[in-house]
C-alpha cells in the first residue's frame, strides 16, 4: 500500500541553524501538508501545497518557514534559523485530487532544536 | 476559533473492555469530523469519518456517531484488542479550507 515517508526520523540541531525535514508523498497525489505537534500539545496545522505554490498557511508559518517540491517526488519544509520553540514532531501529509480527501500522513520527523 | 477538546489520557483497559473516548468540538458552520490512529512508529491514520450531524462512521469495530446538538463525537468500541493500543486523535475540518484541526490526543493502553 502506498504510503508518505519522511526522513530524517529524528533530527537534532543548534540554535540559529537552517534544518530541511523531508518527505515523499504518495505519487499521484496532488496537495501537501504540514503539520507540528509539540510535545503533549495539539497537533497544529503548519501549510498546505498545491500546483506549487502554499494554498493555505497558519499564523505560525512565518518567514523563517519555506515549502518547496525540488521535483516529482520531493516535498520539504525548511526551518532557516531555528528557535528553542521550533523543538516539535513534523507530519507531512498528502491527499489526491482534492483538498477535501483523506490525508494520509507520513510517520514524523522529530526535531530537537538546542 | 474553531477548536477539538479530547479526554486526557491515558486510558487503560483490560482486553475486551468496552471504550469511550470523548471528544467534543467547537466550530462554526458545519464541519466533518474524524478520528485519527497513531500506531507507534507509524504515521496518523484515518480511522473513521462522518461528514454531517447524525452521520455515523465505523471502522476496524469502532464507531462515532457525529452529534451536533452537543457538538461531540465520541470514539467508542465494544471490546478493545491489545493491538489497538495507540494514540487516537480527534480532527475536525471545515468547507473550503484544506487544514485539519485535531485535539491533543489519547494514549490507549489495552493489557490482556
Known amino acids: 500500500e502506498p504510503e508518505v515517508t519522511q526522513t530524517p526520523s529524528h533530527q537534532v540541531t543548534q540554535m540559529g541553524q537552517e534544518v530541511i525535514l523531508r518527505c515523499v508523498p504518495i505519487?499521484?497525489?496532488?496537495?501537501f501538508y504540514w503539520y507540528r505537534q509539540i510535545l503533549g500539545q495539539k497537533v497544529e496545522f503548519l501549510v498546505s501545497?498545491?500546483?506549487?505554490?502554499?494554498?493555505?498557511k497558519s499564523e505560525i508559518f512565518d518567514d523563517q518557514f519555506s515549502v518547496e517540491r525540488p521535483d516529482g517526488s520531493n516535498f520539504t519544509l525548511k526551518i532557516r534559523s531555528t528557535k528553542l520553540e521550533d523543538s516539535a514532531m513534523y507530519f507531512c501529509?498528502?491527499?489526491?485530487?482534492?483538498?477535501?480527501?483523506?490525508?494520509?500522513f507520513g510517520p514524523g520527523t522529530r526535531l530537537l532544536v538546542l | 476559533g474553531d477548536s477539538v477538546t479530547q479526554m486526557e489520557g491515558p486510558v487503560t483497559l483490560s482486553e475486551e473492555a468496552f471504550l469511550t473516548i470523548n471528544c467534543t468540538y467547537t466550530?462554526?458552520?458545519?464541519?466533518?469530523l474524524f478520528w485519527y490512529v497513531q500506531y507507534p512508529g507509524e504515521g496518523l491514520q484515518l480511522l473513521l469519518k462522518?461528514?454531517?450531524?447524525?452521520d455515523k462512521g465505523s471502522n476496524k469495530g469502532f464507531e462515532a456517531t457525529y452529534r451536533k446538538e452537543t457538538t461531540s463525537f465520541h470514539l467508542e468500541k465494544g471490546s478493545v484488542q491489545v493491538s489497538d493500543s495507540a494514540v487516537y486523535f480527534c480532527?475536525?475540518?471545515?468547507?473550503?479550507?484544506?487544514?485539519?484541526?485535531f485535539g491533543t490526543g489519547t494514549r490507549l493502553q489495552v493489557f490482556p
Open positions: 501529509a498528502s491527499s489526491g485530487t482534492s483538498g477535501l480527501e483523506t490525508q494520509y
Open positions: 505519487s499521484n497525489h496532488l496537495y
Open positions: 501545497f498545491y500546483n506549487n505554490e502554499i494554498s493555505e
Open positions: 466550530a462554526t458552520g458545519y464541519p466533518s
Open positions: 462522518a461528514t454531517k450531524a447524525d
Open positions: 480532527a475536525l475540518s471545515k468547507p473550503n479550507t484544506d487544514k485539519l484541526i
